[in-house]
């Protein structure tokens, strides 16, 4: 199949599957006499791996680690367990980065009165020149369990 099909079979886009063949994610596809490339079956499983490795948010260093495993039929299941998890914890972090921003600016937001007044905390927050505190968080009390005797 050529680049355009190959593009329609793994969604990945024709700039991107190049992109993916320049840095040597994936191996070049073969070229006809025409130099038009064509995918083989085998290509396009590997680029569909690629694919959904990037939906899973594995950055293209970490694909390549995957691929490689993939590819080695003696691996171990725990290395692979081990790149998976430690891009959990990854996820995790981005998870807690993001919840902080959006508390900062739906505090900011909240406190803005959006209305024709010029005053807005903000751009008053995005102008500062010392970062200030985030707003304080809602304490979850804690819960005391009593314990049967």
Not at 78 to 85: N, R
Not at 131 to 147: G, H, I, L, M, N
């Amino acid at each position: 199949m050529n680049i355009g099909e190959a593009s329609k079979a793994t969604g990945i886009s024709v700039k991107m599957l190049r992109y993916y063949e320049e840095i040597g994610l994936v191996r070049p596809a073969l070229r006809a006499y025409s130099g038009y490339r064509v995918y083989s079956d085998k290509n396009v499983a590997m680029l569909r791996f690629v694919r959904r490795a990037r939906d899973l948010g594995f950055q293209v260093k970490q694909i390549a680690s995957l691929l490689d495993l993939w590819q080695d039929g003696g691996r171990a299941s725990a290395d692979v367990k081990t790149l998976a998890l430690d891009h959990v914890r990854d996820l995790e972090k981005r998870r807690r980065e993001l919840d902080e921003m959006i508390g900062t600016l739906q505090h900011l937001a909240r406190h803005c009165h959006g209305d024709a007044r010029p005053d807005c905390p903000i751009l008053t927050e995005l102008g500062a020149e010392e970062e200030t505190p985030e707003p304080a968080r809602k304490k979850t009390p804690r819960r005391s369990f009593a314990v049967a005797g």
